[in-house]
């Protein structure tokens, strides 16, 4: 009887180390196919990018990690499961078995399909039940696989998986795997940022003299008004367009529009430009974007270097996205106030659709046949029946967009304080571009088109950790020159590799920003390029050879054009524009155009951006 015993405890012994082996050379199997998996991914990741160029380590090094993390781990459970089935197929025998199996199958196969048609024709791209369903059709797949190789016999099944030869190095690349995520835990603890925090406040459509420090008569931006007391105050910031994708792609790349490749529409921002965010990244911060509009989505390549990017109240003209912006933005703070972070908020509402906020009506006696939130096309099509009553609603419309973003933004300045946040952050504070109410004579109503100052004449405040005086530059400066002078200011540095167009801003030197030439440009249902330089202004159209010369220190509103009047700084003008053109021409690129959503494109055609 004990040897009967001891027999049968033997044999349940090696048996279970059968089992053990088999696991183990599963598991291994599964790490070299999912390190493979993912050296493939990681090299389609970081080719397009110059991040090794660079010397832009860390991102490189997250990147990988990234990669390896997922199909490693995918690819551990799909071929442990397949062997797992393998394992069992051969205990079954009895043909009900079997009919249970063909059953499952097709039921499998048929969610896989359904599922399948769900994401691509109705579920949005980013939604939560969109990464279920995917998790799901994994599992899924490898109980298809798995099936599959059910069907084969069993010492054929562990041929093609090579058991044997597997154990090694895949327990190899298993340690290297965790000393990789350990390695980067461990960087971010020893090497954390020692800079402040920073706050980059964008407001869609703001143009400067409808602000309060910048004269407007209007109480339009009490909150914005306060912030400036403590910051620099730059009065005459210039974009470099009159529209959202390139102007936000200006300021984040430090690169003209043209350089990036924009001509007429939204495009992809190409990887091997090196945006604000990523030199966060790679110095440690935590990187959250939190944007409202569909032009600055991931989809165009603005998540790049973003930890997180928030873009769920990318909802269109209709909706009102700033309390949503900016309970986000307070979630964030919170949880992230002891760490060092790179913030970017987006406020999208003074962008048209024009809608009224019942607290801040400031034409409550209108009683014309305008309405709020009335469509940017009907309006463009009643333009050329407007009174000047109908052009002074308009106005107070945009106005209580601005004074009802400008509150949840106070919202925020106000939870930095609370945090203890406020005197240790470099805040910024701008807009993309402008917007223009009729005020050329060709009934014309928003943005995108033209140059004058309406439309790229645009807020700029910055509030410098421990500074709290206000001090006011009215040099002309681009807000091109915003991506080096944010770096600089938070003692980090851009790579000398990268070539940028932007310079840092000096306030030390104040010659020598004066003597800064500045360039706008758009493609937008015309071509036009701008020069602002030493006061003088000169807007040229390429297509028919226009010039329009303006002296901005007298005729801050454009008013008379004096090409004809004055040759000399016609001419100057002219050989600094020339010179940019021969300068940019080299670098530009042959940008990709995104494929939008059909519900992407029906919002952008009804803000006009698409045909």
Same mark, same amino acid.
């Given at each position: ?72 781990? @995918? ?21 009900? *078995? ?14 896989? @399909? ?21 998790? *799901? ?33 895949? @327990? ?37 003299? #409808? ?25 005459? *910031? ?55 509009? *569909? ?61 009224? #906020? ?11 046949? @305008? ?231 029906? #919002? ?8």
């Amino acid at each position: 009887m004990l040897e009967s015993g001891t027999q049968v405890s033997e044999s349940a012994i090696g048996d279970n180390t059968i089992r053990l082996n088999k696991a183990i050379a599963a598991l291994s199997m599964g790490a070299i196919v999912g390190f493979i998996a993912g050296l493939i991914s990681f090299h389609t990741s970081i080719a397009p990018t110059g991040y090794i160029q660079y010397g832009m380590f860390r991102l490189t090094a997250s990147i990988l990690q990234e990669s390896l993390n997922k199909w490693m781990f @995918l690819s551990i459970i799909v071929v442990s499961f397949v062997a797992f089935l393998v394992e069992l197929r051969i205990r079954i025998k009895d043909r009900r *078995a079997l009919k249970v199996f063909w059953l499952s199958f097709v039921s499998i196969l048929f969610f896989f @399909l359904s599922t399948w048609a769900l994401r691509r024709y109705w579920l949005p791209e980013k939604s939560f039940l969109m990464n279920i369903l995917v998790h *799901a059709e994994m599992f899924l797949l490898a109980i298809i696989l798995g099936r599959v190789l059910m069907k084969m016999k069993w010492k054929t099944s562990l041929k093609l998986l090579r058991i044997r030869h597997t154990r090694k190095p895949g @327990l190899v690349l298993i340690v290297f795997l965790l000393l990789l995520n350990l390695g980067i835990i461990i960087d971010r603890r020893i090497n954390s940022p020692t800079g402040p925090n920073i706050v980059l406040i964008i407001v869609d459509t703001l143009r400067a003299d #409808h602000v309060g420090c910048y004269g407007y008569g209007r109480n339009t931006t009490p909150s914005i008004d306060r912030l400036s007391l403590n910051s620099i105050l730059f009065k005459n *910031a210039i974009s470099a367009a009159p529209w959202t994708t390139p102007s936000i792609g200006s300021m984040f790349t430090s690169q003209y529009p043209a350089v990036l490749g924009f001509r007429d529409k939204p495009i992809i921002i190409d990887q091997r430009f090196l945006t604000l965010t990523e030199i966060f990244k790679e110095n440690n911060y935590v990187t959250k974007g939190i944007i409202s509009h *569909a032009h600055v989505s991931s989809a165009l390549g603005f998540d790049q270097g973003f930890d997180s990017y928030d873009e769920e109240n990318a909802k269109g003209h209709g909706h009102i996205s700033s309390p949503s912006i900016t309970e986000k933005a307070i979630c964030f703070l919170k949880t992230c106030k002891n760490r060092r972070f790179f913030l970017f908020l987006h406020y999208f509402d003074p962008h048209f659709d024009y809608i009224l #906020h019942e607290d801040y009506d400031y034409y409550p006696d209108y009683n014309g046949p @305008l309405y709020s939130s009335q469509p940017i096309r009907e309006l463009r099509e009643k333009a050329p029946q407007m009174t000047a009553d109908d052009a002074r609603y308009i106005k107070a419309l945009y106005d209580s967009e601005i004074s009802f973003t400008d509150e949840h933004i106070g919202v925020v300045l106000d939870e930095l304080k609370n945090l203890g946040l406020y005197d240790t952050t470099l805040i910024i504070l701008t807009a993309d571009h402008g917007e223009e109410f009729l005020e050329r004579g060709d009934y014309w109503i928003g943005h995108t088109k033209k140059l004058y100052q309406e439309q790229i004449h645009v807020p700029l405040i910055m509030k410098l950790p421990g500074h709290n005086e206000q001090e006011i530059m009215h040099e002309y400066l681009g807000l091109i020159n915003l991506m080096p002078t944010i770096v600089d200011y938070a003692g980090l540095w851009i790579p000398g590799e990268y070539r940028r167009e932007g310079r840092t801003i000096d306030m030390s030197d104040i010659e020598e920003l004066g003597n800064r030439a500045i360039f706008s440009q758009t493609r937008r249902w015309t071509s036009l390029q701008s020069v602002t330089w030493k006061g003088w202004k000169l807007i040229y159209n390429p297509i028919v050879k226009s010039r329009q010369l303006f002296n901005l220190q007298k005729d801050p509103a454009e008013s008379r054009n004096l090409a004809r009047e004055n040759d000399k700084a016609l001419n100057a003008m002219e050989i600094v524009l020339q010179k940019w053109n021969g300068q940019i021409k080299s670098r530009k690129t042959q940008a990709e155009e995104p494929d939008f959503a059909e519900e992407q494109k029906r #919002h952008l055609r009804s803000l006009g951006y698409l045909q």
